[in-house]
């Protein structure tokens, strides 16, 4: 698989109009685990891959819980693709942080996904972000972790956002939580 250069930073002017792109889901059949980020940022969507904002410790995380030898950069995406991992979000819709989203955006993201999941069989939904997991299934009381209800034989997941906005996760937590999942989904090396 040929790999494209890694982009350079978007301008002010690039991350301003990101507001009206979307990001390319990186999915296939029979996933072992798709992540689902809330929505794309605007860092993202200029650069056209997923959680591409420096700071995020999305990347980070996958290497130290061991879903990856090394850290990816975002533009080596779909590298995922050949471990059997894949990335979509709940809402397609840019913006600069997810607080912008409603809650019927969510609601309805999250009606998509479930189709989505349904369309593609992942093994595990992995929901990063709790918050919006309650949310889009309209759960409440859901913590992290595995979920009692499915998506057919999809087993659910939530696990917290890998944002560097999100301050009550350090790296080293984030990527016990990711381990877990890995574990559970019976990843191994």
Same mark, same amino acid.
């Given at each position: 698989?040929?790999?494209?250069?890694?982009?350079?930073?978007?301008?002010?002017?690039?991350?301003?109009?990101?507001?009206?792109?979307?990001?390319?889901?990186?999915?296939?059949?029979?996933?072992?685990?798709?992540?689902?980020?809330?929505?794309?940022?605007?860092?993202?969507?200029?650069? *056209?891959?997923?959680?591409?904002?420096?700071?995020?410790?999305?990347?980070?995380? $996958?290497?130290?819980?061991?879903?990856?030898?090394?850290?990816?950069?975002? +533009?080596?995406?779909?590298?995922?693709?050949?471990?059997?991992?894949?990335?979509?979000?709940?809402?397609?819709?840019?913006?600069?942080?997810?607080?912008?989203?409603?809650?019927?955006?969510?609601?309805?993201?999250?009606?998509?996904?479930?189709?989505?999941?349904? @369309?593609?069989?992942? @093994?595990?939904?992995?929901?990063?972000?709790?918050?919006?997991?309650?949310?889009?299934?309209?759960?409440? @009381?859901?913590?992290?972790?595995?979920?009692?209800?499915?998506?057919?034989?999809?087993?659910?997941?939530?696990?917290?956002?890998? +944002? *560097? $906005?999100?301050?009550?996760?350090?790296?080293?937590?984030?990527?016990?939580?990711?381990?877990?999942?890995?574990?559970?989904?019976?990843?191994?090396?």
């Amino acid at each position: 698989m040929t790999l494209p250069d890694r982009p350079r930073r978007p301008t002010r002017a690039e991350l301003a109009a990101a507001v009206h792109q979307t990001v390319t889901d990186v999915i296939a059949t029979d996933l072992r685990v798709l992540f689902c980020g809330i929505n794309p940022g605007l860092y993202t969507a200029a650069t *056209g891959h997923h959680f591409a904002r420096p700071g995020n410790r999305f990347w980070p995380t $996958l290497h130290a819980a061991g879903f990856t030898e090394r850290v990816l950069h975002p +533009s080596e995406e779909r590298l995922l693709l050949l471990d059997g991992y894949g990335i979509t979000n709940v809402v397609a819709r840019t913006t600069a942080t997810a607080a912008e989203l409603a809650p019927e955006e969510l609601i309805e993201g999250g009606r998509r996904l479930v189709e989505k999941v349904q @369309r593609w069989r992942p @093994r595990v939904l992995a929901v990063l972000g709790v918050t919006a997991y309650r949310a889009a299934f309209g759960r409440p @009381r859901a913590g992290l972790g595995p979920q009692p209800e499915g998506i057919g034989d999809t087993r659910v997941w939530v696990l917290p956002n890998p +944002s *560097g $906005l999100n301050a009550h996760y350090q790296l080293a937590e984030l990527a016990r939580l990711f381990a877990e999942l890995r574990a559970a989904a019976g990843v191994t090396g």
